[in-house]
């Protein structure tokens, strides 16, 4: 019967030390909790590096496409056709490497 009277007595003690359990784990744990932060922090970087990289390539395009066609660069159109089709002169000695 005592410990009945001691939980009377204390029971905003013991609410106090539950909520703050709660908010404990969830600070740490849980979907908004420290650990997802990091996760979903790492995350956005990766996103971020991603968007750079992808940039970058659509900068690389944008400028062969440039070259190609408003006024055609011939000496790209060379380049590039050698190194796609493989193709040479009479006169060129054509080494393949590997």
């Keep these: 019967m005592s410990l009945i009277q001691i939980f009377k007595n204390k029971k905003i003690f013991l609410l106090n030390i539950f909520l703050t359990l709660y908010v ?3 600070l740490i744990g849980g979907e908004r909790g ?3 932060f990091f996760e979903k922090k790492n995350i956005e ?3 971020i ?5 992808l940039a970058h390539k659509l900068n690389e395009i944008e400028k062969k496409n440039r070259l190609l066609s408003e006024n055609i660069n011939l ?7 050698r190194e796609k089709l493989r193709f040479g002169k009479k006169d060129e000695i054509l080494i393949r490497l590997k």
């Design 24 to 26: 404990s784990i969830n």
């Design 34 to 36: 420290l650990i997802s």
């Design 45 to 47: 970087e990766s996103l």
């Design 49 to 53: 590096q991603k968007e750079i990289e």
């Design 75 to 81: 000496d790209y159109l060379d380049t590039l056709y």
